[in-house]
Every structure is written in structure tokens, then in C-alpha cells.
């Protein structure tokens, strides 16, 4: 790709070969496309707009442009607002349409923001209920029709003469230096900070990631989004799509994800760990469901793609991966659309096991490292060539890294933040000599791919003064399909013990085989045979780690944790302190009465060492 400067530079480039489908989305339950002419003209109608509503890049500076807020799930009016705003000179702040009220003022107040856009009635409830504690805030527009809001289209107004010359003067003030966006963390910890990224930032992201996704072989450039795309992995991937020719559909919702999969047929998606883990679930749900020959080829075809390797596959390893992608895995691609070539996957780790199990499948797992401070990608793991199961692949270009003595990962380049917005306390912190502090620990092997092993801050220490990393525990014991999340716990305890989400989908058809009545998730969780399971796992995992990394103790918990139940941020991350504090008795329990030693047994759903 040529060098360009700006983010907004992608419609100069789209101009030159329009499409006809640029952006799609399901319209009172039908899809509509919107070809590269259509959206080009309301990206410019709004940015008229916003311009004569006195919307501007002001003096120049990040604290004198105008900010404008967008509260939205993926659809084609984020992409129309987001280079809108950009061309104006002013700064996008993208919000998590599930951000709690509190947090939605805290961070439009800190802003300033002028302006807000809103997809839905329930978001504009939401801002409007704490609206009269933001002084900035002039006017809220939606995308959807409200009786109470204006809606976004009252700005969409015939393009006037001269409206390009007026255009092409203000964008020769924007330089490749200046913030696009401010973007706030999810925060697994504390207060959201709001990290400033420029187009140089995000530019840089989107060619050197760009040319990782250019080796996919793609008989048609077309993409499915469903991913929040105010955090910066699907909004970095989105202008991936903008600038190399690809066509973005939206999924109605991460419920129809699915259906909207089938109808649209794409070859390529990004996703979080979380949703394969979701979709392999469904999968083996279905497949216990077979009966005779059938269930016997299932398994076999699971145990064939578990031992996938990426070289040195053996004639006869080749032939039983073909006949199990001709009677097993052809089917699981018929399910996504039939085309899916490549997931690229962020956010957090995905078990080894889940990475091989759809590579094998033909739809090759990509995942990648990054942070919302660098933009975000800093490794990834490329299509064929270049790629390691358990790294997170090599590092893109322009990127560099180094290790430092405690073993966390310093990055530098030109996409790395120029700093917090109104924090220069805390961007001092992170950012020395031009090296950012991940706060991830990880190391580089002599191929030179990148491997996570935790994050700092949740490394603890036992009462005992041992370390224990909990990352490499819960995403080993993961693997096993009978457990669907798990947070090790024990800072400053006498040994290492976790919580455990069980997999329903998966425990509950065990226990109809095995004649184990239940009436409820509680019941299941207390039953003898259900608990020597569990046991059974940990007792498989724990000789895969040193004596104090080994999970003596274990309490099953009833529900599933959440974006909505609050246990989790809103990419799917585990908020330990959250956690820890909601689950408190449960812990507590866990280190009551003596230290124990020895084997591993089970009272009350929990793993006691006697």
C-alpha cells in the first residue's frame, strides 16, 4: 500500500476502486449495502455538519480540539461519524455501549465532549440521565428513531458548492502527529484512562498488520464485524478492510453472530477467545448428541485436530486429517458461512487446544499481542509462514521489544501512545526513553516469536513468600472442556487454589449419560460424582506445574461470569478484584482451618488437602 498519513486518507484510496457493498447491515431484517459512493457523500454531509455547528480542531492542541462522543454497536454510521470527526479536526471518543452510567460521566465530563451520538433508545436513556452533569455536552443525536432524540439524519443536509475546497483547507492542518482518538480502557483495575492515539499511531498499526492479512488467500475481501469497534483491535482491523479493498458486514447483535454468519458468508472475522470457546462448546454439544458411528467419527476427528501441527505432519497424520475435513470438519465450516479462511483473535490468550482444533478445520487461528496503548498489535501469528502455537507470533514492522530484568515486555515505535489524556503522572510512568511498559511479562525465543506468560500485576506470592503466575494455570486447565473459566487465587495464602465456572453445556449431557439427576446448576455442583470429575482434572493438570503453582483446593461456582454481571470488562477480560471481592466468603472458606497436605479429596464441592 502507498504511504498515506491519516486514517481518512482510506477514502481517497476506496475512491479509486468503489464498491458496490463497502458497508452492509441488517435493516428491518433485511440486509442493505451501502456501495463506497453512498457512504462517502454522508461521511461528508456530516462532517459539513459538524463543522457549522462549530465543531472544530481549535487551536491545534489535543486539549483545545473539539471532542465528540459515539456510544454504538458496529454499524455503518460509526465508520460515517468516525471520519467525519476526523476530517473536521476535532478528536473521536468512542464509549462501551454496556459502560455503566457513572463511568459515562466520568469520561464525557474528563473529555469535554460537545457533541454525542448514540445508537439506540436504551444508550440515549442511559447518557440522558446523567446529561444534566455534563456541562460541555450541547446535543445528543441517534442513529436509530427516537420520539425523544434527534436523529442523526436531520444533519445529513445536500452537499453545498465549495464544500471540497473547504474540506481539502482543513485537512491540510491535520498532520499525521495529531489525535484522532481518545479511547478509554476497560480497566480490569481502577478508573478507565483515556489513551491518545494519532494517525501516525494507528496508520503504522494498520500497514504493518495489513501486510500479515494480505498473505490470506481470499477469493472475495469480505469481512463479518461484531466486535466493539470503540476498542482499538476492531477498529485498527476495520481500517485494515477500509484500506485494502474489503467489504465490512455487521452482525445484528452477539446473539444472531451465527445466522448473520451464514447469510453473509465471510473469509475472515475477528473475535476474542471467549466467543471460540462459545462456539467449540455448540460443537461438542452437537456432536455427543450423535449416536453409534457417527459420535465414534466426532471424537476421532476432535483428537485428529488436537494433535495439528503447523510442520513436519506425517503422510499417514495428513490422510486422517483429510478424511476427517471431508466427513467432520467440512461441516463446521458450513456452519460459518462455508468460506472462512482465517479468525484473527486479541484481547486475551486462546488455549493452545482451541488455536489447533480450528486450524485444523481449514479456518486458521491468527493471534496476535497487543495493548490499546500500542495501537494495538505488537506480534502476531501470520497466516502460514512465520507462525508458532503458543506465542503470539513474531513481531510486526516497525515494532521493538525488549525484555527487562523482571521480565516484562518494553515496546517501542510508531505505534506506541504519545500519553494518557490529562495524566502526564501516569504516562510518565509508563513511558521512558520512548519504551513502553506492557506490564505483561513475557519472552522472545531464538525464532524470535513472542511469548505472553502473565501480567504483572497479577503475579502474587504466597503467605510461603513463592510466586505463583496464575495466567499459565487457568489457560492450560482451560483446555479441558469441562471447564469454562477459572481464576487461580492465594496472594499471601498458604498455597494455590482457584474458582471454577463449570461448563454446563458440556457437564450437564456427562452427567444424562452417567444417570446423575439434578434440578439445578447448585444441585450439580454438589453432586459426589460430579466433584470427583473435577478432581480428576485438577489431579490431571497440577504434575504439569511446580509444587506451589499446583491447585490444592477448588470451589465450583453456579453462574457464568459476565460483561452484564460485571465480572468482566467488556473484551471479555477477568476482573480479578471484582471477583475476588464478589466471591470473598466463597475464598475465605477456601483457607478456613488447618493447612492440609497430601492427596487431593473433595468436601462439599470444593478440593480440600488433607
Same mark, same amino acid.
Given at each position: 500500500?502507498?504511504?498515506?498519513?491519516?486514517?481518512?486518507?482510506?477514502?481517497?484510496?476506496?475512491?479509486?476502486?468503489?464498491?458496490?457493498?463497502? $458497508?452492509?447491515?441488517?435493516?428491518?431484517?433485511?440486509?442493505?449495502?451501502?456501495?463506497?459512493?453512498?457512504?462517502?457523500?454522508?461521511?461528508?454531509? $456530516?462532517?459539513?455538519?459538524? =463543522?457549522?455547528?462549530?465543531?472544530?480542531?481549535?487551536?491545534?492542541?489535543?486539549?483545545?480540539?473539539?471532542?465528540?462522543?459515539?456510544?454504538?454497536?458496529?454499524?455503518?454510521?460509526?465508520?460515517?461519524?468516525?471520519?467525519?470527526?476526523?476530517?473536521?479536526?476535532?478528536? +473521536?471518543?468512542?464509549?462501551?455501549?454496556?459502560?455503566?452510567?457513572?463511568?459515562?460521566?466520568?469520561?464525557?465530563?474528563?473529555?469535554?465532549?460537545?457533541?454525542?451520538?448514540?445508537?439506540?433508545?436504551?444508550?440515549?436513556?442511559?447518557?440522558?440521565?446523567?446529561?444534566?452533569?455534563?456541562?460541555? +455536552?450541547?446535543?445528543?443525536?441517534?442513529? !436509530?428513531?427516537?420520539?425523544?432524540?434527534?436523529?442523526?439524519?436531520?444533519?445529513?443536509?445536500?452537499?453545498?458548492?465549495?464544500?471540497?475546497?473547504?474540506?481539502?483547507?482543513?485537512?491540510?492542518?491535520?498532520? %499525521?502527529?495529531?489525535?484522532?482518538?481518545?479511547?478509554?480502557? &476497560?480497566?480490569?483495575?481502577?478508573?478507565?484512562?483515556?489513551?491518545? $492515539?494519532?494517525?501516525?499511531?494507528?496508520?503504522?498499526?494498520?500497514?504493518?498488520?495489513?501486510?500479515?492479512?494480505?498473505?490470506?488467500?481470499?477469493?472475495?475481501?469480505?469481512?463479518?464485524? /461484531? +466486535?466493539?469497534?470503540?476498542?482499538?483491535?476492531?477498529?485498527?482491523?476495520?481500517?485494515?478492510?477500509?484500506?485494502?479493498?474489503?467489504?465490512?458486514?455487521?452482525?445484528?447483535?452477539?446473539?444472531?453472530?451465527?445466522?448473520?454468519?451464514?447469510?453473509?458468508?465471510?473469509?475472515? /472475522?475477528?473475535?476474542?477467545?471467549?466467543?471460540?470457546?462459545?462456539? /467449540?462448546?455448540?460443537?461438542?454439544?452437537?456432536?455427543?448428541?450423535?449416536?453409534?458411528? @457417527?459420535?465414534?467419527?466426532?471424537?476421532?476427528?476432535?483428537?485428529?485436530? %488436537?494433535?495439528?501441527?503447523? %510442520?513436519?505432519?506425517?503422510?499417514?497424520?495428513?490422510?486422517?486429517?483429510?478424511?476427517?475435513?471431508?466427513?467432520?470438519?467440512?461441516?463446521?465450516?458450513?456452519?460459518?458461512?462455508?468460506?472462512?479462511?482465517?479468525?484473527?483473535?486479541?484481547? &486475551?490468550?486462546?488455549?493452545?487446544?482451541?488455536?489447533?482444533?480450528?486450524?485444523?478445520?481449514?479456518?486458521?487461528?491468527?493471534?496476535?499481542?497487543?495493548?490499546?496503548?500500542?495501537?494495538?498489535?505488537?506480534?502476531?501469528?501470520?497466516?502460514?509462514?512465520?507462525?508458532?502455537?503458543?506465542?503470539?507470533?513474531? $513481531?510486526?514492522?516497525?515494532?521493538?521489544?525488549?525484555?527487562?530484568?523482571?521480565?516484562?515486555?518494553?515496546?517501542?515505535?510508531?505505534?506506541?501512545?504519545?500519553?494518557?489524556?490529562?495524566?502526564?503522572?501516569?504516562?510518565?510512568?509508563?513511558?521512558? !526513553?520512548?519504551? /513502553?511498559?506492557?506490564?505483561?511479562?513475557?519472552?522472545?525465543?531464538?525464532?524470535?516469536?513472542? @511469548?505472553?506468560?502473565?501480567?504483572?500485576?497479577?503475579?502474587?506470592?504466597?503467605?510461603?513468600?513463592?510466586?505463583?503466575?496464575?495466567?499459565?494455570?487457568?489457560?492450560?486447565?482451560?483446555?479441558?472442556?469441562?471447564?469454562?473459566?477459572?481464576?487461580?487465587?492465594?496472594?499471601?495464602?498458604?498455597?494455590?487454589?482457584?474458582?471454577?465456572?463449570?461448563?454446563?453445556?458440556? =457437564?450437564?449431557?456427562?452427567?444424562?449419560?452417567?444417570?446423575?439427576?439434578?434440578?439445578?446448576?447448585?444441585?450439580? *455442583?454438589?453432586?459426589?460424582?460430579?466433584?470427583?470429575?473435577?478432581?480428576?482434572?485438577?489431579?490431571?493438570?497440577?504434575?504439569?506445574?511446580?509444587?506451589?503453582?499446583?491447585?490444592?483446593?477448588?470451589?465450583?461456582?453456579?453462574? %457464568?461470569?459476565?460483561?452484564?454481571?460485571?465480572?468482566?470488562?467488556?473484551?471479555?477480560?477477568?476482573?480479578?478484584?471484582?471477583?475476588?471481592?464478589?466471591?470473598?466468603?466463597?475464598?475465605?472458606? *477456601?483457607?478456613?482451618?488447618?493447612?492440609?497436605?497430601?492427596?487431593?479429596?473433595?468436601?462439599?464441592?470444593?478440593?480440600?488437602?488433607?
Amino acid at each position: 500500500m502507498e504511504k498515506v498519513a491519516r486514517l481518512f486518507d482510506c477514502m481517497e484510496i476506496q475512491a479509486r476502486e468503489p464498491r458496490t457493498d463497502l $458497508l452492509n447491515a441488517k435493516e428491518n431484517g433485511v440486509w442493505r449495502a451501502y456501495s463506497t459512493q453512498e457512504i462517502h457523500t454522508m461521511i461528508y454531509q $456530516l462532517t459539513i455538519a459538524l =463543522l457549522d455547528l462549530g465543531v472544530s480542531g481549535g487551536d491545534g492542541t489535543t486539549e483545545g480540539r473539539d471532542k465528540i462522543g459515539l456510544i454504538s454497536n458496529g454499524r455503518p454510521e460509526w465508520i460515517v461519524t468516525d471520519l467525519a470527526v476526523q476530517q473536521t479536526g476535532a478528536i +473521536l471518543v468512542p464509549l462501551y455501549p454496556n459502560s455503566n452510567p457513572k463511568e459515562l460521566e466520568q469520561i464525557l465530563n474528563e473529555a469535554e465532549v460537545k457533541y454525542l451520538f448514540v445508537s439506540s433508545q436504551d444508550l440515549y436513556d442511559k447518557v440522558n440521565a446523567v446529561c444534566a452533569n455534563i456541562p460541555s +455536552l450541547k446535543a445528543i443525536y441517534s442513529f !436509530d428513531q427516537l420520539d425523544n432524540c434527534p436523529n442523526w439524519t436531520v444533519l445529513l443536509k445536500p452537499l453545498p458548492d465549495g464544500y471540497r475546497d473547504r474540506l481539502s483547507a482543513i485537512s491540510k492542518t491535520i498532520g %499525521e502527529d495529531d489525535v484522532t482518538t481518545i479511547i478509554y480502557t &476497560s480497566g480490569t483495575t481502577g478508573r478507565p484512562k483515556g489513551v491518545m $492515539l494519532t494517525h501516525k499511531n494507528i496508520v503504522s498499526n494498520v500497514v504493518a498488520s495489513g501486510k500479515v492479512l494480505n498473505q490470506i488467500p481470499l477469493e472475495n475481501k469480505g469481512a463479518l464485524s /461484531f +466486535l466493539p469497534p470503540n476498542h482499538i483491535f476492531e477498529k485498527m482491523c476495520t481500517y485494515i478492510y477500509l484500506f485494502y479493498g474489503f467489504s465490512i458486514s455487521y452482525a445484528e447483535s452477539m446473539d444472531t453472530i451465527g445466522a448473520n454468519m451464514k447469510e453473509v458468508k465471510p473469509y475472515i /472475522f475477528t473475535a476474542v477467545p471467549r466467543l471460540l470457546e462459545k462456539v /467449540f462448546e455448540k460443537i461438542m454439544a452437537a456432536g455427543q448428541q450423535l449416536t453409534g458411528i @457417527k459420535k465414534k467419527i466426532f471424537l476421532w476427528s476432535i483428537k485428529v485436530a %488436537e494433535q495439528f501441527q503447523i %510442520e513436519n505432519q506425517s503422510i499417514w497424520y495428513k490422510i486422517q486429517l483429510a478424511i476427517a475435513d471431508k466427513l467432520v470438519y467440512s461441516k463446521w465450516r458450513e456452519a460459518v458461512g462455508g468460506n472462512v479462511k482465517a479468525i484473527v483473535i486479541g484481547s &486475551s490468550a486462546c488455549p493452545i487446544k482451541l488455536e489447533k482444533i480450528f486450524t485444523a478445520a481449514g479456518m486458521t487461528v491468527m493471534e496476535g499481542y497487543g495493548l490499546t496503548e500500542t495501537s494495538p498489535v505488537v506480534a502476531v501469528n501470520c497466516y502460514i509462514n512465520g507462525r508458532k502455537f503458543g506465542t503470539v507470533g513474531k $513481531l510486526i514492522d516497525g515494532v521493538q521489544v525488549k525484555i527487562a530484568e523482571d521480565g516484562e515486555i518494553l515496546c517501542k515505535g510508531p505505534n506506541i501512545t504519545v500519553g494518557y489524556y490529562k495524566n502526564p503522572e501516569m504516562t510518565a510512568e509508563v513511558i521512558k !526513553d520512548g519504551w /513502553f511498559s506492557t506490564g505483561d511479562i513475557g519472552e522472545l525465543d531464538k525464532d524470535g516469536f513472542l @511469548k505472553i506468560t502473565d501480567r504483572k500485576k497479577e503475579i502474587f506470592k504466597t503467605s510461603g513468600g513463592k510466586y505463583v503466575a496464575p495466567m499459565p494455570i487457568e489457560n492450560k486447565m482451560k483446555e479441558n472442556h469441562f471447564i469454562e473459566q477459572m481464576m487461580v487465587v492465594g496472594p499471601e495464602r498458604k498455597f494455590t487454589a482457584a474458582l471454577i465456572v463449570p461448563s454446563y453445556t458440556n =457437564l450437564k449431557p456427562w452427567c444424562a449419560e452417567n444417570n446423575i439427576p439434578f434440578t439445578s446448576h447448585n444441585e450439580l *455442583i454438589r453432586n459426589s460424582r460430579v466433584i470427583e470429575l473435577y478432581q480428576s482434572i485438577i489431579d490431571g493438570f497440577n504434575p504439569e506445574f511446580n509444587h506451589v503453582e499446583q491447585v490444592k483446593k477448588v470451589t465450583l461456582l453456579p453462574e %457464568e461470569w459476565s460483561i452484564d454481571s460485571g465480572e468482566l470488562t467488556p473484551t471479555g477480560k477477568m476482573k480479578r478484584k471484582v471477583i475476588m471481592e464478589k466471591y470473598k466468603t466463597e475464598i475465605d472458606k *477456601i483457607y478456613s482451618g488447618e493447612e492440609h497436605g497430601g492427596e487431593l479429596s473433595v468436601v462439599s464441592g470444593e478440593f480440600l488437602k488433607k
